[in-house]
């Protein structure tokens, strides 16, 4: 969500930053609200007084028994009665079409990303690892996985398309990842959170899902929607609050099913554990104040990759450009794993600092340390650390042998209860 005043004080500048993430020119009519917006407030403010006036009018009026006066001021208070709701009812819908245009319009890029129309705008930082240099020909997880534990047929016919069932060493594997990748991150100082997995309105609305990603959720029948990150849980843990400087920053993680419908991803990574509709990930939240931000961004990222190293896996950092960061996102990371099978690199995290956007969505503030009413809004973090199922297939695909097999890393080797490789049944 946008500042309004921000925007009033440069336009220009507004619709310059908008400008950088593909969008047009915002400015003109969010104005052309907050000006009909003012100026009712501004008659109702008006007319309250009016109306307060000539009631105290009117007895004094009486009190002398001058009924002419006290009339005529009763009949103007009876024109202010009836002007008032409707210009309440005006207010109120002014304001929810201001509020409803500014929630439309995506985070302004920080000054630092660089600019471009989509995926290939993004700018790669660093690389680490080296690709596996097999003996055989490499393949991808769901032609070898399968004596291994991982059923999709099994899957598709319970639940549909994109959902898989994990049997034996496979599943193991993929709770060992789950419980490593939370113990490192808890290690890192972020408190482990288990939050609930259904949300209402305000909290989706709150990260920024809705109104404009509906179609990408699950909805319940009783309204509640399935949350398609831990980031919706994590970061309305401070919504509505106002948080001491002290308490900043707060860092968080979680391990948590994830659900998203994949609507406007028809077509994409139909085959194998990439695009489910159901899936595992381990989330990293932080809030903090604007000065700490940028600095838990890097902190976030470092985090992630860390994970990345440990595991072994070759993996790139990039800077995404305006076109491809996510709506809420003012500047994004995207760590890519090598996945052998397909001979590039995949998404595996995007971690992004949302600045003020979320928070004044949630209405998520602090009180500077010193000051006892003044109040600003928190700066959001979140971040994949990892998703766990992306990672389970960089796992499968680096450390894959020729007879089908698959070595466990070491670092999981403590989680896998004596298993060194699963082999194929």
Request: glycine share 8%; hydrophobic share 45%.
């Amino acid at each position: 969500m946008h500042d309004i005043r921000l925007i009033r004080e440069d336009p220009t500048a507004f619709d310059a930053a908008i400008a950088r993430r593909g969008a047009g020119s915002a400015s003109a009519e969010l104005l052309v609200l907050d000006e009909r917006r003012r100026a009712i407030a501004t008659e109702l403010q008006a007319a309250q007084a009016r109306r307060n006036e000539a009631s105290k009018a009117i007895g004094q009026a009486k009190a002398q028994k001058d009924e002419a006066t006290a009339s005529g001021l009763m009949a103007e208070v009876a024109v202010l009665k009836e002007r008032m709701p409707a210009l309440e009812a005006e207010a109120a819908a002014v304001e929810s079409a201001l509020e409803a245009a500014l929630a439309a319009i995506p985070n302004l890029p920080a000054a630092d990303v660089p600019d471009g129309a989509d995926e290939d705008g993004n700018v790669e930082q660093a690389r680490w690892g080296t690709p596996p240099d097999f003996d055989f020909t490499a393949r991808e997880h769901p032609d070898f996985a399968g004596p291994l534990g991982l059923d999709f047929d099994a899957a598709a016919a319970i639940s549909g398309a994109r959902f898989a069932v994990l049997k034996g060493g496979i599943a193991r594997l993929q709770r060992a990842l789950g419980a490593f990748m939370l113990d490192r991150q808890t290690a890192a100082g972020f408190t482990e959170v288990i939050p609930p997995l259904l949300v209402r309105d305000e909290a989706v609305f709150g990260t920024g899902q809705l109104p404009k990603f509906a179609e990408d959720l699950f909805r319940t029948t009783d309204g509640r929607w399935l949350i398609p990150t831990a980031e919706v849980s994590l970061t309305n843990l401070v919504r509505e609050r106002i948080l001491a400087e002290a308490e900043l920053p707060i860092r968080l993680t979680a391990l948590t099913q994830c659900f998203r419908s994949e609507a406007g991803a028809a077509g994409r990574d139909t085959r194998g554990l990439i695009r489910q509709h159901q899936f595992e990930k381990v989330e990293l939240v932080a809030i903090a104040t604007p000065e700490q931000s940028e600095a838990i961004h890097a902190e976030m990222t470092r985090a992630a990759e860390a994970i990345l190293e440990e595991l072994g896996l070759p993996y790139r950092r990039v800077l995404l450009c305006t076109g491809d960061m996510g709506f809420t996102a003012r500047k994004t990371f995207d760590l890519e794993v090598w996945l052998p099978g397909q001979g590039c690199y995949r998404e595996i995290s995007s971690i992004s600092n949302c600045g003020d956007f979320q928070a004044r969505r949630m209405n998520a503030r602090f009180r500077p340390a010193g000051e006892s009413k003044g109040t600003r809004f928190v700066h959001t973090l979140n971040g994949s650390g990892l998703a766990v199922g992306r990672t389970l297939v960089a796992v499968l695909e680096n450390y894959q042998q020729a007879d089908g097999s698959v070595r466990i890393p070491d670092a999981l080797l403590p989680y896998m209860g004596g298993l060194t490789e699963l082999r194929p049944a």
